[in-house]
T-cell receptor, first 113, second 113 residues
């Protein structure tokens, strides 16, 4: 069964600290993995997208890693800011079609001053 | 670019009433998706269109839900009759062929009382 699991479910960190969010998946055959940031009351916004051959990709203070062998991905946030408070959703696509996406339930991150 | 535009942003309706959600995709995008998001289940794909044609509606929960895309710039999701368990945030997203990145709208928060 194709699944995407994220951990932790929620996380509270102090402003300025780093954190790492995890995503494990069983989707096969794998096509790509995306991380989305969803602010409260808004739609998800894409942070990164990685294909099978990519191990790491950065977008500002956000760095995503992918280990296609172990089917794991992480999203590392450096020097967190209050505006990083949001839900972070991991989404994995299989090769049956660009529209076949499997969503994790997200990690709710709260950055406090 | 105004992005994906959804209306209304919030809808409160009584059980049994008809509800229509609207979406304007990004100009030039040929795929449109309707999602439902709840705390318990996260994001779930309801239906998607390719070039205005419904391709996969297997995510539509039951016959009370219907979606149309009469042209490339407009789509509706209708619930008739609505029930309290339909309360959720409904997102519309669009993408172009070969584009890994989806763009989500800001969502419609539906409350059925």
């Amino acid at each position: 069964k194709n699944q995407v699991e994220q951990s932790p479910q929620s996380l509270i960190i102090l402003e300025g600290k780093n954190c790492t969010l995890q995503c494990n998946y069983t989707v096969s055959p794998f096509s790509n993995l995306r991380w989305y940031k969803q602010d409260t009351g808004r739609g998800p916004v894409s942070l990164t997208i990685m294909t099978f051959s990519e191990n790491t990709k950065s977008n500002g203070r956000y760095t995503a890693t992918l280990d296609a062998d172990t089917k794991q991905s992480s999203l590392h946030i450096t020097a967190s800011q209050l505006s990083d408070s949001a839900s972070y959703i991991c989404v994995v696509s299989d090769q049956t079609g660009a529209n076949n996406l499997f969503f994790g339930t997200g990690t709710r991150l709260t950055v406090i001053p | 670019d105004a992005g994906v535009i959804q209306s209304p942003r919030h809808e409160v309706t009584e059980m049994g009433q008809e509800v229509t959600l609207r979406c304007k995709p990004i100009s030039g995008h040929n795929s449109l998706f309707w999602y439902r998001q709840t705390m318990m289940r996260g994001l779930e794909l309801l239906i998607y269109f390719n070039n205005n044609v419904p391709i996969d509606d297997s995510g539509m929960p039951e016959d009370r839900f219907s979606a149309k895309m009469p042209n490339a710039s407009f789509s509706t999701l209708k619930i008739q009759p609505s029930e309290p368990r339909d309360s959720a945030v409904y997102f519309c997203a669009s993408s172009s062929r070969g584009d890994y990145g989806y763009t989500f709208g800001s969502g419609t928060r539906l409350t059925v009382v």
